[in-house]
């Protein structure tokens, strides 16, 4: 149970008097201990303080996993505010939207994010706009008219006023976490400090056995992202380690990682299923320069079973799976941490959250769960809370089975299910059969409206590289796997499959 007092700006004051000179984040060659992170936290939060910013004030980060986004992080938090995390995907219509919808007063973002931050600023409650720089484009860039001049941020990690004293409690709302969903809208996820803390507490009792001291953690997936703010970030925080920080991540450019894994050696690695099959795809990918990860982890989508097999093949370990969603503050359900979970499975429930599945139709129902890490509800939308929140659970839209030992394994998402012809079917069944073929590397299905069938089934599938496969290759799979009403009426070999930063497929895009 989380106490009442509690709230996650503790996190980083108690690591830093606890062991100010242990490394919290290394980037390229430099190394930040976790006093002069607390230090610049607390100079920041005075700076904003002296802006205006005061508790329950929503404060907007578009950063990279970079030190900027900690420093920034925890002075918003020292001050009571809520940390609206933006996405660099966030442009246009869509920043406007979620800058309107949160009020936010103060945005603090990369210079390079400029041109798309300028025109989706006008008309917001943003009154201070703060550039953490990289290319000096906030002086490049003028800002047009009706809309705050950027300001430097780095200057504003030096002592300067001091913060009042303020008093944050556990029920205090912390971040709002916009997600589309299904319906294509952002909606902000209103999490407080409890159901943060709740999930940061549930993962390390999952976490079980000795570690290094300030072990590394390669921190890869965005801060902006609920898995890598709350896992991440906060729980690295939490456990002392040293964040092994990754801004950008390309599939395409592996080296950076590589090196940073083969000179860093580190403890743990959290990663999404599209960097894991990257990653063991590399040429010269051999076990030694695994040996130092003692912490696999996969979450955002499902692992392939090539993956999950390639990996122990290689180095003996497991990767664990986990799944979770921007509503519970993160992951719900892990594998074993010691021990394997049944193929398919994305484990057991933590500690914090109860599951069980409703409206139960040949094994497969809907996950409701319940907790102290379920989300207060979606900010300034008591219609679609009350339709997501019910009798104290929270319905989470997505379809899975559980078996006698009590493991549960993702179908899909009740919106992605294809009717097609009278039939249910669902996606991830039909990806799963074509992930077989050993030339596929991706595949992605999606329903597209049939006026006879109702829906059709259309497969976009990658390719690995230098492999070829035909559509009657790959038809002649599916029909020696599935029934014929699962069968793809249209398979389309495309370059890759549109994913959100965590490996979930962006269906609708496909759709579209």
């Known amino acids: 149970m989380i106490g009442a007092d509690e709230n996650l700006g503790q996190l980083l004051k108690a690591t830093a008097q606890r062991t100010p000179q242990a490394i919290a984040l290394t980037i390229q060659d430099k190394d930040i201990p976790y006093g002069a992170v607390r230090q610049r936290a607390v100079a920041l939060a005075g700076h904003l303080s002296a802006m205006g ?29 809520v940390i609206v995390n933006l996405s660099p995907a966030n442009q246009g219509g869509e920043l ?48 047009p008219p009706g809309v705050p001049a950027p300001q430097p941020l780095e200057p504003l990690f030096a002592p300067g006023p001091a913060a009042p004293e303020t008093l944050v409690i556990a029920d205090d709302l912390a971040v709002l976490q916009y997600t589309s ?18 999930s940061v507490e549930q993962t390390r009792a999952w976490m079980t056995g000795d570690e290094p001291v300030n072990a590394g953690v390669v921190c890869m997936i965005p801060f902006f992202h609920v898995f890598g703010f709350t896992i991440g970030l906060q729980l690295s925080v939490a456990k002392g380690h040293r964040m092994l920080l990754v801004p950008r991540f390309d ?64 180095t003996g370990g497991t990767i664990l799976e986990a799944y979770g969603m921007s509503e519970a503050a993160g992951a719900t359900h892990a594998a074993p941490f010691k021990g394997r979970a049944p193929a398919g499975s994305i484990g057991k429930p933590l500690a914090c959250c109860e599951a069980k599945l409703v409206n139960v139709t040949d094994g497969v129902g809907e996950l409701c769960l319940r907790g102290e890490t379920v989300m207060r ?134 759709e579209a």
């Not at 319906?183 to 803390?197: A, D, F, I, Q």
């Open 53 to 81: 910013v005061s508790k329950g004030d929503r404060v907007a980060l578009m950063l990279p996993n970079t030190p900027g986004y900690v420093f920034a992080c925890y002075a918003a938090l020292e001050l009571g505010a």
């Open 96 to 143: 406007k939207q979620i800058l309107t919808d949160s009020g936010a007063k103060v945005l603090i973002a990369l210079d390079v994010f400029l041109p798309g931050v300028y025109p989706a600023l006008a008309g917001t409650a943003v009154q201070q706009l703060l550039i953490s720089s990289v290319q000096g484009l906030e002086k490049k860039l003028p800002a």
């Open 181 to 198: 969903g299904a319906t294509g809208t952002p909606k902000g996820v209103m999490l407080t400090h409890r159901n943060v803390l709740a």
């Open 251 to 314: 599939a395409l450019d592996l080296l950076p990682l590589a090196q940073l894994i083969e000179k860093h050696r580190p403890y743990s690695l959290p990663a999404v299923p599209t960097l894991w099959a990257a990653l063991l795809l590399m040429p010269g990918m051999a076990r030694e320069k695994l040996a130092s990860v003692k912490v696999a982890t996969s979450g955002g989508a499902a692992l392939p079973q090539w993956v999950a097999e390639r990996y122990h093949a290689l």
């Open 377 to 510: 509800g979606y900010w300034q939308n008591e219609q679609l809370t009350g339709q997501t929140l019910r009798d104290g659970w929270l319905h989470t839209g997505d379809l899975m089975r559980q078996d006698a030992q009590g493991f549960f394994y993702v179908v899909d998402r009740k919106d992605d299910l294809i009717i097609t012809s009278g039939h249910n079917v669902y996606p991830s069944e039909v990806e799963a059969v074509l992930a077989r073929h050993g030339a596929v590397k991706d595949v992605a299905v999606v329903g597209v409206a049939d006026r006879l069938r109702g829906s059709n089934i259309v497969a976009h599938v990658v390719l690995r590289e230098g492999a070829t496969a035909t559509r009657d290759e790959l038809l002649k799979v599916c029909r020696e796997n599935l029934p014929d009403f699962k069968v793809p009426q249209v398979i389309k070999v495309v370059t890759d499959v549109p994913r959100n930063p965590v490996g979930k497929t962006l269906r609708k895009k496909l």
